[in-house]
C-alpha cells in the first residue's frame, strides 16, 4: 500500500447547500485542487453522526474533512449550529486520546466560495499528506490490509 | 449505628406510612464487609434494613427509569446528578420520585483498604465520625476514612446533592474546586504518549459491556454497539473496534456524564475509562459552562447551542 | 388526516379569463412572483432581457444584515424556477406591446438570438474553451474577460451559452465559427433570427429592477479619471469569492490589497446636480456590508464611511450599522467629501471633506468606492409606453395610494425597484403581494393552464435483489477529455448489484434520459446511477425518468465526475479516472440500499385564521376571501383598524381616515370573512393546511375552536408613550406624533396662536433599550411639520434629529419641509437636546436647548410645543402569541421570520405568515404590501387540493427510542414531538429533512429516509 | 458652550436681500470640501450657511468676502444652495449697515463706479481709446451688434490687445457690429456681486437705456461676467438682448466657414476654463474647438478643466481686493502649467488674463509661459 508516491485518501462529507455547492462552483470555474478527496453528500452539517467519522477513519481514510455553510447561512435555520458544538468536542476529544491533529478537520465554505473550497482541499491534502498513512483507528484484518467486504477495487 | 443511617431510616418510615411512596431505594449491609448494597424496600417492617455507611456505592438512579410506582430514593451527591439528567431526559418523572439526599463524605475505596490489609482479612466494618474499625478475625484496627476515599469522591465538587426533597446529614466544609489537572497532564503529554497509553488500556478491554449496563445514564433501549443495521462497531474485540466503542460511549455522554464512577466500578479489568469522561466534562466545563447533573433547566450542551459558540479550530484559507 | 373544504363557490364573471401570468423581468422579485404565482395554480412565463435569471441579486456577495451570501440564497431559487413545470423562463426577450384587458391580455415579445438552441446546449462549456474572443464579463461588471460564447455565470439558469454578437468573429465579419464543430451537441446555430412571438395571459407583473447610477455623467466622482474609483456594484464583485479575484480584495490600478478605503455616500442620490433628488435606500446598508466584509478579509484595514444621513432604517439594520461603527478603524463621518485627485506615484485618492468642528481634512486612500443610487433604467419609460402605464417623474411606476403593486393599467401589477428603490425584502414581499393581486384577478382559472405530469403507476421492488443499472456520462468531452471514461464503465460492470453499464455522450440529453427510460424497462432496473455532473441541477432530470419508467424516484443515485473530478483534475487524467471509478463504486453501494420514498398527500382546510383586525391583517383577509377562502379574523380590541385609525393623512397625501372605513366596510360586509373582536387565541395546534385553534371571544370568553389551513399573524405595532422623556406625560404641550396628528385634526385653530413648534426624533429608539429604528417617525415628523406650515405659514417649526430616515421617494418630502422653512438640527444619542417649562415675561413656554453642531454652539429655542416622535413599539401580546404559535421573536420583540432577505412573511414553520408592523414598524403601504404577500404566500398552501409530507425526511423507530428528547431539541422546525408513551414522532408535515436529529439520536432510534445511517455506512464501506 | 437663540431679524434681512437659499441646506459641507479657498486657507461656506439659516452671521468678518462667485460649491450642492447668493445677501448687509466692515481696496473700486462708471475712474471719454485706428462704428440702426469690450481691456493699457484684436476677428468674421462708446458704463457684475444693489442698479440701469438708445438688439462680450450679467440680470430690469460671448461666436463663424485660421502655430498652449464662462455658462466646447482649428497648436487640459476648473480669483468683485500672496489660486494655475509643459496658457476672460499676467510676473515665469486670451492667438493666426 505504502509507497513513494502515497497518496492519503480523504473522505469529505459536505452540506448539500453551501459546501458541495461550494465544490461545484470550483467545477465550474475550473479551479484544479488535488484529487484525494472522496465526497459525500449530506443534506446540512448538522446531519454528519460522529460515527461516520469514526467509521471512515476506521475503514482506512487517512483524513476526513466536515465542511458546512457558514454560521448563521444553514438552509436548514440551526442545522450547522448543533452541527459545530458535536465538532468542537468530537475534535478535542479525538486529539486528546493521540489521534494526529489533522486528521479530521473542519470548515465552513458557501456556495460562491469555489476558489475557497479548493483552497480548503489542497490545505486540507498537504496536512495529510505530511502526517503520513492512517494508522491509529484503522481496522485492520487479520491478514493486515484493509478488509475489503463486497466491493473489489481496481 | 450512624445518625445518618437513622435519619434515613426515619424519613422512610415517613413515606412508607404516609403511603406517599410504595417503595425506597437504599442501601443495606452486604453479606460481605465493606460490601453495602441496594435495597427495596416495600414495607414499614424492612426499613431498619436501611443503613448508610462508606461503602454504599452503587449509583441508585439507575433502578428508577421505567418504575411505574412511586418511589423515594436515597440520593448521594452523584446519584442526585443523575437523578437530574434523567428527569431531564424524561426517563425519571419528577413527581413520582422523592428524593432523599444525602450529604455525602465520600464512599471508600474497599481496594485501598485491602491493599492496607491484605485480602479478605476484614470481617467486619463499622463507622462512627471519621474513624473507620475494621476487625480481622483476631485484631481490629482503627483508620481515618478520609484516607482512603475512592479518588473521585476526593475531588467530588458537589457531595450535597443538587436536588433533593429532603437532606439528611450535615454538608461539610466546602467542597474542592475541580481543577481538572488529570485533564490536563494527560493532555500535556506527547501525543504519542497518550495514544500509547489509552491503546494499552483499551486492549485490555473484553467487551463485557459492565461499564455501560453499570451507567445511570446508559439508558438506550438499543446501543450504538448493538446494532446491525448499520453494524457500526465490530463485535470482536478489535483494537479498533474497541476505540470507537469507548470514543463514541463517551461523546454521548458529553455534557451528560456526572462522574459517579459506576462504570468504572464496574470494569472487570480495570480500564481506565473515566479518562475519557473526564476529558468531555472539562470540554463541557470550558466551551459551554456546563456541568452535567447540577440544574433541571439546563439543556444538554449538545442539545443546543448559541450563535456565537466557538466552533473547532476551522480550515480558514 | 382531516379535510374541510371550504371553497365558496362565487358567481363566474361572463368573460373568458386566462390562467396565466406573465412576469417581466426575472431578478429576485420577478423570480418570486413566479414561483409565488406557479404555486397558486398558474402558468408562468417568466421573462427577461437577460440571458439568465437572476437580476442584480446574482451579482451581490453578501447581503446585509445577516452576511448570507448572496448567491447561497438565491440559486436555490433558480433551481425552484427551472423544474416547475409550470413556469417557463424566457431569456433575451422584451415586452413589445400589450392588448387586451385585465384577465386576456395579448402581450407581444421580441426574442434576440442567443446563436445557440436551448433545447440542445447542456452548458457544458466546451465552446468557451475554443472560442479564441475575449470579451468583458457582464457578470462580473466588466472587471474580468469571459469568452465572445459563454454561459452568462457559472450558476446561470438557464444555463445555456450565448455568442455576445457584438464582438462574435463570425457573426460580425464572417471569420472563425470554431465553436460550432466543437459543439458535440450540435446546439451553435448561427442562423437564429430574432423572434417575434405573442402569448396570451391573464395578468402582467412588471419587475424590471433597477440601473446603478452611472458616475461616468457626472465628472465631480473622477470615475474616469482616477483608477481606484470604483462603483459599489463593481465593489460587490471584487470581494466576492466568485468575483474575477476570487474573493481576494485587490484594487484596481495595481492590484494590491488596499488598507484604506472610502466609501462615498449618496452618489446618484439625494442629489440635485445629478438630477436625482430621491434616497436610493439601500446604499447605507450596503455601504456598511461592504465595510464589514472588507475588514473580514483585512481585519487591520482601516475604512471611512462619507455619508450624509445614515439611513439605518429596517429591520435589524441599525444593530448592523452599531457593530460596523464600533469595529477598531472604522469611521462613520458625517460629510460629503470631494475627490480632490489622486497621488502620481501611488494612485491613492485624495478626499477633503469637512469634519464636524470647524476643520477640512485631506485625506489619502488606497481605494474609493462610490455608493451608487438605485435609479430607474432607460428602458422603463419605452415599457411604460408599451403597455400604456403612468410612470412618475423619477422614472419609477406610479400606484394608485394604498395599492402599492397596481399600475395605472388594470391587471398589470408592478413590484421591486420598479415601484421605488428598496431592499430585497420589500422587493420579495412586493412581488408576493403583486401574485397575490394577479391570483385575486384570475382566481377562477386557477388550474386551468398548468400540467400535472402524470407518471405511469410505480413498480413495487420491495424483496428484489437490487438491479442497478449505471449510465456514464462524457459530457460532451467535459467528462471524456479527463477521466477515461469507458475504462471506468468496464471498471462498474463489475460491481456488486450492477447489471448494466453505459457511456452517453450527453446523459440528460432528450436522447440520452430516453434511453436511460428504456433500458430500465428493458433490464429490469430496479435501482439507477448517473455519473455525471452535479445532483444540485440535474437529479430532478433523472429522477423523472425514473418516473416515467415507473420506478420510485428515490431509487436513485448520482455520481458526480464532472464539477467534483473532470473539471478540477485536468492535468492527472489517471488519478481522475481513479477517482471516477471510487465515486462510482461509493455510489453504487448506497444504490443497492436505496429504498422507495413516498410522499403522502393529505387535505387542506381552506381557510384562514388571521390575528389582528387592524389593515394589515383587514387586507389579507380581503386577498384571501377575493379568492374564495373563508377567513376567520380574530381582534384583540373591540373594533377594526388598529393604529391607522389614528393616522388621518400619509406624507403623500393619501386620505388614510376614508380609506381605512373603506376597508372597515368591506370587510364588515364580506360574506367569507368571519370578523371576532374581543377575541383572543388560546389554544394552537396542528401543522400547516390543518391547523385547530381555540378562540376566546367576547367578555364571556367564550370558547370557540376554529379549524384553518394557514394562520396570518398581524398583531400590529404601538406608539410608546415616552414617560419621563422630554417632560411627556408631565407637560400636556408635548406630545406624542399620533397626539399631534389629533389635535392638529380636532382643534387646528389651536395652532393660530402657536409660533413654534419643535420636534424631537428618536424618543425611545436607537438607544440601549430599543436599538432599533422605528423606520416611520422622520417621514411621519415631516408630514406633521409640512402640516403645521400649512395651518401657519410664518410658524417656527424645528426638527431636532439625529438622521433624518426619509428613505427612498419620501426624501423629497424632506427637501419640501426645508424649502419651505423647517429647520432641521442634528444632534448625536449622547448630546441630547434639553427641554424645560419657561415663564418669562408673563408668556409661558417649552425651551429647548441643542447643540448645533456646525455652529458649536448650544442653541436655544422657545417652543409653544414640543412633538417627540416616540419609538414604534411591540404589542406585549406578541410573547404570550409567540409561544402559542411556536413562532420566535427577535430581539425587540416584532416576529421574525423565516429568512430576513427572501422570506419576509413567512415562519420557518409552514403555513404561518405574518404581515404589517408585527413584523416591524413601516408605513401603511408597506403594511399592505405585505398583507397582500402574507395572502399570496397563504395561497400557495390554500391553492392546493392536497399538501404533500414525507420523502426525504426522518422516521423513529419506536423500538429503539428511550423517548430521551434530544431530537426535540435540536429540530430547527420543532417538527418532533413525545407521544404518550414518550416515544418521539415526526411529524411529516413539519420535517424538512435536514438530519439533525438522526445525526443526535444516540440510540439510532431517529433516521433519515435517503441518507440513512445504513446507506452512509455502506458508502464509507465502499470508500 | 456659547448659548444662543436663533437672530430672527437678522434671518429676515438676508431673506430680503436674496439669500433665502440657506433653508434648502442639510449641511453635508460639500460647498466646503468643493472650494477652491480650501487649497490655501481653511473657508467654510457649509457654516456661513448655517449661520445665516440661524441669523448669527457676525457682519464684520473678512470670509464673506472671500468668495470668488466660482459656482464650484454650487454646481455641486446637492440640495441646490444657490451658496453664492446667501453671501452676496450677506454683503448686502453689510455693505447697507456696516459699510466700514467692507474692504478698503472694494471701497475704492466702487467709488469709481459711482462717479465715472468703471473701477478704474478712468474718463467716459478715454472708454473708446483702444479703438484708436480700428474705425469701429457706433451701433446704429441696422447695425444693431454691440461688441462689449468690458472695462478691463478698455482701461488697462496692458489689455487693449484684447479688445483690439477681437475687433479685427469680428471684422474678419463679417460681422456687422458696433460699440456705443461714452454712454457705455462697467456692465456692474463685480458690484452685484460685492452686494452693492444699489449701484448695480444703476450702472445696468444706464447701460440699457444708452443700448436702447443706439438700437442694440445682440451683444458680443469679451469677457463672461458682462455675458452672464447682461444674459441672466439685464432682463430683468428691462434689457432684453440676445447675448453671445466672443468665443461662441467665433465657434460659429468657423462653422459657417466665415473664418478660417490659417497660420500655424506652434505651440503647447493649455486652456484654462473661465468660471463665468464654463460653470456658470457650460461654455466649455466652443474654446477648445476654435484652438483645435488652429494649425500647429498642441492643445492641452488643465489639470482640472471644464466643470472642475481652478478659478483664477478674480470673480465676486475679488478682482477689486487684495489677496495675500500664498493664497492666489492664479499663481496654482500658472504654476500647474509650467509643469505641465505648457507654453501658452490660454483663456477667455479679462479677469483670468489680469490674474494669469500678475502671477506670471510675480513669480518670474515670463520666459516659460505666455498668457494669452484666445481671441489674441485667433487674431494672429488668420
Known sequence: MESDTWEPKIVAFLCNWCSYAGADLAGTSRIQYPSNMRVVRVPCSGRIDPLFILASLQKGADGVLVSGCHPGECHYLTGNYSARRKFAVLKSLLEYTGLEEGRVQFSWVSASEGARFAKVVEQVTARIKALGPSKKLVKETPGGSIHVAAHPRD | MSQLTREIREAARKLLRAGQVQVVIGFERGSLPMRSRPCFVRCEEDVDRLVWDGFCETDVARYLPKRKEKAAIVAKGCDSRALVELIKENQVVRDQVVIIGVACKGMIDGSRIEAKMGRGSIVEDDETGEKLILKGADSEEVLDRREFLHVRCKACTHPVPALYDLLVGQPGAEAPKDGFSDVEEFGALDQEARWVYLRDEMSKCIRCYACRNACPLCYCPECFVDGSQPQWVGKSTNLADTMVFHLIRAFHLAGRCVGCGACEHACPVGVDIRKLNRKLQKDMKDLFSHEAGLSLEEVCPLATFRADDPGPPMVDP | MPHEDNIIQLPVPARKRIGAVMVVGAGVGGIQAALDAAASGFKVYLVDKRPAIGGKMSQLDKTFPTNDCSMCILSPKFIECATNPNITIITNTKVEGVEGEAGDFDVHLFEEPRYVAEEKCTGCGTCSEYCPVFVPDVYNEGLSKTKCIHVHFPQAVPAKSIVDATRCLFLTRKECQICVPACKNKAIDFHQQPKATTLKVGSLILAPGYEPFDPLTQSQYGYDRFSNIVTSLEFERLISASGPNGGELYRPSDGKVPHKIAWIQCVGSRDESSGCTYCSAVCCMYATKQVILSKEHHPEMEAVVLHNDIRAYGKGFERFYERAKNMAGVRYVWAKAAIVGERAETKNVVLRYRTNGTEVRDEEFDLVVLSVGLHAPEGNRDLAGKLAIQVNQHGFCESPAFSPMETSRAGVFNCGVFHAPMDIPDAVTMASGAASLASQLLWEERGTMVEEKVFPEERDVTGEAPRVGLFVCDCGTNIAKVVDVPRTVEYAKGLPGVVYAAEETFACSVDSVGHIIKTIEKEGLNRVVVAACTPRTHEPVFQNALREAGLNPYLFEFANIREQCSLVHMADKARATQKAKDLLRMAVARATLLSPLYRVSYGVTRSALIIGGGIAGMKAALSLADQGIIVHLIEKGNGLGGLAVKIPVTLEGGDVRRFVEGVIAEVSSNDLIEVMTNAELAEYSGYVGNFTSVVRVGTAGTPREIRHGVTIVATGAEELKPRESYLYGVDDRVKTLLELDEAMEKNADRFKDCNSVVFIQCVGSRDAERPYCSRVCCSHSVKSALKLKELKPEMDVYVIYRDMRTYGLKEDYYKKASDQGVVFIRYEADDKPEIQAVEEDGRAFLRLTATEPILGQRLEIDADMVCVAAASVPPAGNRPLSRLLKVPLNEDGFFMEAHMKLRPVDFATDGIFMCGTAHSPKFIDESIAQAQAAASRAMTVLARKELKAGGPISRVTPAKCSGCGVCRNVCPYQAISAAEDGVSVVNEALCKGCGVCAASCRSGALDLGGVSNNQTWSVIQAL | ?382
Not at chain 4, 467692507?102 to 469709481?112: M, Q, T
Not at chain 4, 497660420?263 to 464654463?278: A, E, I, N
Not at chain 4, 483645435?292 to 470673480?315: A, F, W
Open chain 4, 1 to 382: 458652550m456659547k448659548v444662543t437663540a436663533p437672530f430672527k431679524e437678522a434671518i429676515e434681512m438676508i431673506k430680503e436681500a436674496g439669500g433665502e437659499a440657506f433653508r434648502k441646506c442639510f449641511q453635508c459641507g460639500l460647498c466646503t470640501a468643493s472650494c477652491p479657498w480650501n487649497q490655501v486657507r481653511t473657508f467654510l461656506p457649509h457654516k456661513m450657511i448655517t449661520e445665516s439659516k440661524f441669523g448669527l452671521v457676525e457682519l464684520g468678518e473678512e470670509d464673506w468676502w472671500l468668495c470668488s462667485t466660482c459656482n464650484m460649491c454650487v454646481s455641486r450642492c446637492p440640495r441646490g444652495v444657490t451658496i453664492t447668493d446667501v453671501i452676496r445677501a450677506v454683503r448686502n448687509i453689510t455693505t447697507d449697515s456696516v459699510p466700514r466692515a467692507v474692504p478698503a481696496s472694494l471701497r475704492s473700486a466702487v467709488a469709481s463706479l459711482k462717479n465715472a462708471g468703471n473701477p478704474w475712474g478712468g474718463l467716459r471719454d478715454e472708454r473708446i481709446n483702444w479703438t484708436r485706428d480700428l474705425a469701429i462704428p457706433p451701433v446704429s440702426e441696422g447695425k444693431e451688434t454691440l461688441y462689449f469690450s468690458c472695462c478691463v481691456p478698455a482701461y488697462d493699457s496692458k489689455m487693449a490687445n484684447v479688445a483690439r484684436a477681437t475687433a479685427r476677428i469680428l471684422k474678419e468674421a463679417g460681422a456687422d457690429f458696433g460699440i456705443v462708446g461714452a454712454k457705455e458704463s462697467c456692465c456692474g457684475e463685480s458690484v452685484r456681486k460685492a452686494g452693492n444693489y444699489d449701484l448695480f442698479d444703476k450702472l445696468a440701469g444706464s447701460n440699457i437705456k444708452a443700448f436702447h438708445e443706439a438700437g442694440v438688439k445682440r451683444i458680443i462680450t469679451s469677457s463672461p461676467h458682462c455675458y452672464v450679467t447682461f444674459k441672466d440680470e439685464y432682463p430683468g430690469l428691462g434689457g432684453n438682448f440676445e447675448v453671445l460671448h466672443l468665443t461662441q461666436y467665433l465657434a460659429r463663424a468657423i462653422d459657417e466657414g466665415r473664418l478660417t485660421l490659417k497660420k500655424p502655430f506652434p505651440k503647447k498652449v493649455v486652456y484654462h476654463d473661465p468660471c463665468y464662462l464654463g460653470r456658470h455658462s457650460t461654455v466649455y466646447d466652443e474654446p477648445r474647438k476654435i484652438l483645435g482649428n488652429i494649425p500647429g497648436l498642441t492643445l492641452m487640459d488643465e489639470m482640472n478643466s471644464r466643470e472642475h476648473s481652478l478659478c483664477c480669483g478674480g470673480g465676486g468683485a475679488r478682482i477689486w481686493m487684495e489677496t495675500k500672496k500664498g493664497e492666489r489660486f492664479s499663481d496654482i494655475l500658472v504654476e500647474q502649467a509650467v509643469e505641465l509643459g505648457a507654453e501658452v496658457l490660454a483663456t477667455a476672460c479679462p479677469y483670468c488674463i489680469l490674474n494669469f499676467k500678475d502671477s506670471v510676473l510675480t513669480m518670474g515665469r515670463e520666459d516659460r509661459l505666455e498668457v494669452r486670451d484666445v481671441s489674441e492667438i485667433v487674431a494672429e493666426v488668420m
